[in-house]
């Protein structure tokens, strides 16, 4: 005998919108591309890669049944990223990077009383843009050093 079911909207709830954290370790390097005018302007290009670990806080409901989750170390990401950045004298930069990378999340707790876990795996792409101010040590500690002799 068949049997209709309709399935409601509340049947699953999987959300990481509490928190998908992510704890990085990047390796980058700036090649140096061109000297724009008078060593007051550098046209540099980023290449890095990046290991990531992943804290999850899931909100898990499935069939009204369920919890929103402490936080807890999931997974992991790698990444790599490339792009330009504009320097301008010794202090500024611009940079606009893209970013890709994989994640895999073997331990995501799906409750918190007993030892149950989901696990997913996705793909990720981040485009960012990036002004920032960069202060050069070694030419303070260089003049510093001068003043003193």
Same mark, same amino acid.
């Given at each position: ?7 409601? *909207? ?21 090649? *140096? ?50 792009? *330009? ?50 202060? *050069? ?13």
């Amino acid at each position: 005998m068949r049997e209709t079911v309709t399935l409601e *909207p509340n049947l699953l709830q999987f959300e990481h919108t509490n928190g998908l954290n992510l704890v990085s370790l990047d390796i980058e390097y700036l090649q *140096p591309v061109w000297n724009i005018y008078k060593h007051k302007f550098w046209l540099k290009w980023n290449f890095g890669l990046g290991g990531v670990w992943v804290i999850t806080k899931t909100d898990v409901k499935i069939l009204n049944d369920g919890i929103d989750n402490e936080f807890h170390l999931s997974g992991y990401s790698l990444a790599a990223k490339t792009g *330009p950045r504009l320097e301008f004298w010794h202090w500024g930069f611009l940079a606009a990077e893209v970013k890709g990378g994989y994640m895999t999340l073997p331990s995501v707790l799906i409750q918190n009383n007993e030892p149950k876990r989901a696990n997913h795996n996705f793909s990720f792409v981040q485009v960012s843009v990036v002004a920032g101010l960069q202060i *050069p040590i070694n030419r303070i500690h260089e003049k510093l050093k001068r003043k003193k002799i």
